[in-house]
């Protein structure tokens, strides 16, 4: 990795980029990982690398329904496991959630050394090597472990493809997506949308569900029936106008 001095400007972001890099070489992240940070830089630049107060609203309502759950499960990807792999771990823990790996370029390969690195990071169990059950999708997506996505009723999927969550929400689940895109499939399809970079949005999320996991369960209950997640994402896109208005006034002199 190289050394990103902490007092460069773009220090956050260019440790990121040297994140997923490091991922792709690892053999966790996938090649098309690194497309895919690249789309989401841009959006994050568009909000203005910042959790904006929908996105918070909208990190709050998720906690709540990640708190309530029966069987709440944190899906990994190749880029969540180089970027936050110690927030998942810390967010699995304080909600009491399961991880469990899930690949679109699915290896056997790429599981294995997902686990094992989230394993160094914290995590006793992680599901996903033994696939027991199948999604009705055509790629490999489809392959979950019957204890974990396959009968969960909160799910947490951060980066998703809409393919999967479209086929979960149809299942009747709860779906948490965090992706800086509001406008992608995934967004408008979720049950609730953070439209937050994943690295902000853990570290958010496993902050919230310690404060409010000493909340009363009234409380959580009114937070997930009260949000509306139409509103929460057209409010996303308005914030973004909003910063670009600003970035323009700017530039005007
Ligand atoms: O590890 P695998 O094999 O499961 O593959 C994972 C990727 C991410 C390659 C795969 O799911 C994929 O191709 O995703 P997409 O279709 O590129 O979608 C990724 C979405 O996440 C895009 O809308 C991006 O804007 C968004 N995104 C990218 N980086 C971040 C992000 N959202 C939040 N935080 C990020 N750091």
Redesign the pocket.
Same mark, same amino acid.
């Given at each position: 990795m190289t050394d990103i001095p902490q007092d460069h400007p773009r220090y956050e972001s260019l440790l *990121?980029r040297e994140k997923?890099a490091a991922g792709v070489k690892m053999g966790?992240?996938?090649i098309? $990982?690194l497309? *895919?940070? $690249?789309?989401?830089?841009?959006?994050?630049y568009l909000i203005g690398e910042r959790s904006t107060e929908s996105a918070l609203y909208a990190e709050r309502a998720a906690v709540a329904a990640l708190l309530l759950a029966e069987n709440p499960v944190i899906s990994v990807? $190749?880029?969540? *496991?180089a970027?936050a792999p110690d927030k998942v771990v810390s967010l699995a823990g304080v909600t009491g959630a399961k991880i469990e790996v899930?690949?679109?370029?699915?290896t056997d390969t790429?599981v294995h050394l997902?686990i094992e690195h989230l394993k160094a990071h914290g995590a006793s169990e992680v599901l996903g090597k033994n696939p027991d059950a199948s999604l009705e999708l055509s790629h490999?997506?489809r392959l979950v472990s019957s204890k974990g996505i396959y009968t969960a009723d909160v799910v947490l999927v951060?980066?998703?493809? $809409?393919d999967r969550c479209e086929k979960l929400v149809e299942m009747g689940k709860t779906v948490i997506t965090?992706?800086?895109?509001p406008m992608?499939r995934?967004?408008r399809t979720a049950t609730i949308s953070i439209v937050?970079?994943?690295?902000? *949005?853990l570290e958010n999320m496993a902050k919230f569900s310690r404060e409010m996991k000493k909340e009363r369960k009234e409380e959580l209950v009114k937070l997930i029936t009260t949000y509306d997640n139409k509103m929460t994402l057209s409010e996303a896109i308005s914030e973004i106008q909003e910063h670009l208005k600003t970035m323009v006034a700017e530039v005007e002199y």
């Open positions: *990121a997923v966790i992240t996938s098309q $990982g497309i *895919a940070q $690249g789309r989401g830089e841009s959006f994050d990807n $190749g880029n969540v *496991a970027l899930n690949l679109f370029h699915r790429r997902i490999d997506r951060p980066l998703e493809d $809409g965090i992706d800086l895109n992608s995934t967004s937050d970079n994943v690295t902000r *949005a």
